[in-house]
């Protein structure tokens, strides 16, 4: 068999390799994991590029992210319908921007987008409120969440309107050390 | 630092994002397993939920532990130098880590406990960066306070070792006394402990005194404790800078070994067993506890830091510290570079280190200046020990310095004062003969035998030379002032009559000296006279002054060749006899430097005299040099030009001859009266050309005109050693002599100390006091011509020396 495969088509390999942060070996060994998570849907070709969508439930059980609280988010952040069904291509893009190659700034874009439940481009207290729940698995009295999220507010919002802006969240992840090292997903 | 300031400032903030940071990144993404997940759950959970009074209890809880283990360090410094302070004084034998223990704790203390420090804020919970800061800071007071402890320490024990000082005798080291201190030290035992001082260097368990054992034993000690020979055994005393340098110096090898140590081991064999064990062990190495150590640039350069701090501690008492320790900086950053590309793994956590470089600098100049106040306080406070290190002697040596050049300035200036008239010339001319003499003669005393002696010597050291026309004429005072006379008796006695000896006129022996010191040229008929009588004469005296007397003529000769013997040393003999024992004994020159052995010869040639002798007054100021010179320039008129009047210049033949006359052996008292007025006469001239000439000479002249009189009917007298009488009578009629003379005796005695050549030099003049000889004609002085017709010299030239 040697080099040839017959998955993609070269200019496919190499339309994925200039949009990701992956090389031509781990495009085809994402085109296998997505394959394997349903194997009855996603075809072996796609020279001819079939429109195949998974939908939420099977990808939030990868193993990479099932124990994360924000897998939903993560899935549906990605996906075009924004309900969690991901294409080959959503998929491709869901990990090349949770790798390690990719840079801050995308990383903070998407990280906005999980974080913002309510997709109103803001990030609000619900969502704050929302985010630490999933974080502490509901293991906070209200009390310590308003508490935490007003003073996330307080310390992030620049603006003064008492919601988080994605200028007001960039400004602050940024800053963070740990961001790049915690927002990375390894497949 | 400003340009650190400018990036910093360029950048935003740091604002502290604690809480979205909580918020936010708290999820690590990576986490796949569900009890990583519920672990990172509760610690997500723990954070949120520590409100703010936990978490300032916590953090004040935290805070506490660290004063406290800061003060823990600090005592224990403290008293692990008080221990070993102890142990020296106990133990003969220190062993290898009670010698070192002081440096191996601090050094301890300086890698563990920022690992604690670590543990410690992990409780606080604060981000990384604020962690970070609090730790960094910890860290830095924690070494700056060890090495304070340290310093101070040390200083205490030098206080102690300082205040003994005073109480023992000067010359004790200061380890005794440091020792001693430490046990109440008495005086009696602080000196009993002295003497065994010297020991000390062996090592044994000296200080012998059963008593002061323990105290001895510290000086044992002290030598042996100092492990790297730095500036080590001082023979006698380790001092205490020594001391406390050595400390230092011990200090930082330790703590170069200790790093060196810390790096293989936490590092390179921490990254051996993660790497090759983790296979085989129950949990992955790699990620979980041993892990592969950090690089942590904070922490390695606050190590920089402290290791600055110590060398500047150590600096001032160790001075080779800042060279040792670039050696040390060097191979510590070699081992480092490759330790961190081979055992670290970055930092996971990136603070943008480099971003805190103001904080790095103005720490180092914080620990600059912290460290700079006990060396300064050492400055001040402490005495420098006193038997070693460049500022011991500083004073005393400044001291003895100053007082040496005030005695030495006095003296030159006595010397100047008293030797003027001891021409420089002269002074160059008979150094060694001077000293000769005084060696021989050098009583001060007015002794007539001396002065006697000295011109006999004079003389007697002249007759060796034929052709020089040099005498020596020794100042009679430089022998005890007795000789004087006798010795222009002498020459004066020998010049005149080749064939009676110059014992005639004088009784005294210098008189034959003088006669025998006649040049050469002289008729050897006087000069073997002379001779003869020399060696009667002054059997004693001799060597050195014949030896003087002929090193000077030789001078003489060098450098008048052309004199030839003055004849008219006759009539300066004489003239000589009777002013100069007065002015000899009276004098000191005679006492002082002008020893009579010291006599120089100055040759007053024809030519050359009346420079010489203008030269030599010029320099000698002192009345009775000047009386001297009037001597000469009586006796040699011809040499000196400054006669005005030459009466006897105009006629060489007459003048000549008449001074010569003169200054022959009085055998008859008539004749010496005559020759008396003659010589009055003559010495008026002299001395109005002498006063024209100088003005200090005058009274001096005069002086000097006084005493040839009692000398001429002195030497009328048998030519014995009539020394004494002579003196007492010269003494006598010289009124204005004495005075002076004494004057300038107390005075030449005073500051001629140290000269030994001024007042000893001697004008040899060479007087030609041929009766035919044209020479002789030259300048001759106003006394001459009656002189010369006394005179009745056969010999051509006279020679006589006048003790300048």
Known sequence: MGNKQTIFTDEQLDAYQDCTFFTRKEILRLHGRYHELAPHLVPMDYTNDPDVKLPLALIVNMPELKENPFRSRIVESFSEDGEGNLSFNDFVDMFSVLSETAPRELKAIYAFKIYDFNTDNFLCKEDLEKTLNKLTREELTPEEVVLVCEKSIEEADLDGDSKLSFADFENMITRAPDFISTFHIRI | MAKNSRLSLASASDENYTFCWRVFCAWDYLIGNPEAAESKGAACVAQSTTSGAVLISLRILANILVLLS???SIYIIYFVVDRSQRLEQEKPELTLWEKNEVSVVVSLITMIAPSAFELVSQLEMYHPRTSLRFQLAR??????????????????????????????????????????????????GLSTVAPDAAERQNGTFLLGQEANRTRGATPVFLNQTALYGYNMRTPQDP???????????????????????????IDFIRGLLVRYLSDCWCWDLESKFPEYGEFKIAENVLHLIYNQGMIWMGAFFSPCLPAFNVLKLIGLMYLRSWAVLTCNVPHQQVFRASRSNNFYLAMLLFM???CMLPTIFAIVKYRPSQHCGPFSMLIYYLQAIARSLKVTNNQLRMQLQTGRYCGVTAALLCPPTARLQDTEGGDKKPDPEGHVTGVESCVRSGSPRRNSSVSGFESPERQGGGGAGGGVRTITQSAARPGPNRAQPGPTGPNRAFGASRSPSTPSVTQEHREEHTPNRHPGHPGGASGSCRSKSHHRVAYSPSCRHADSVHSDPLFRKSFRPAPREASGLAAAPCRFHTTRYVILNERDAPKQLLRSN???????????????????????????SPGPAPGPGPAPPPPRQRYQPHLDEEEEEEEEDEEERRRRRWRDAFASAQSHRPRSLSDLHQPPRPLHRADSGPPNPRGPPHWSRDEGPRHQAAPSLTESDSDSVASSSDQQHSSTDQYIQVIHYKDKGPRARGKPAKPEPKAGARLNVSEPNELFCSNV
């Not at chain 2, 060890?146 to 380890?175: C, E, F, H, R, T």
């Not at chain 2, 011990?250 to 810390?262: A, E, N, P, Q």
């Open chain 2, 70 to 72: 800061l003060a823990g």
């Open chain 2, 139 to 188: 860290v830095l007071v924690l070494y700056l306070g060890n090495l304070y402890s340290l310093i101070i320490a040390l200083l205490d024990k030098v206080n102690s070792m300082s205040s003994a000082i005073p109480v023992s005798s000067g010359n004790w080291s200061d380890s005794t006394t440091f020792l001693a201190t430490i046990a109440l030290p008495e005086e009696d």
């Open chain 2, 239 to 265: 001092c205490w800078e020594t001391y406390v340098g050595q400390e230092m110096l011990k200090l930082s090898i330790i703590d170069m070994i200790f790093t060196v140590l810390s790096i293989l081991l």
């Open chain 2, 368 to 370: 600059l200046f912290l």
């Open chain 2, 618 to 644: 010029a320099r000698t100021p002192r009345r009775y040099h000047a009386d001297e010179l009037v001597d000469i320039v009586e006796l040699c008129p011809r040499s000196v030009r400054r006669f005005p």
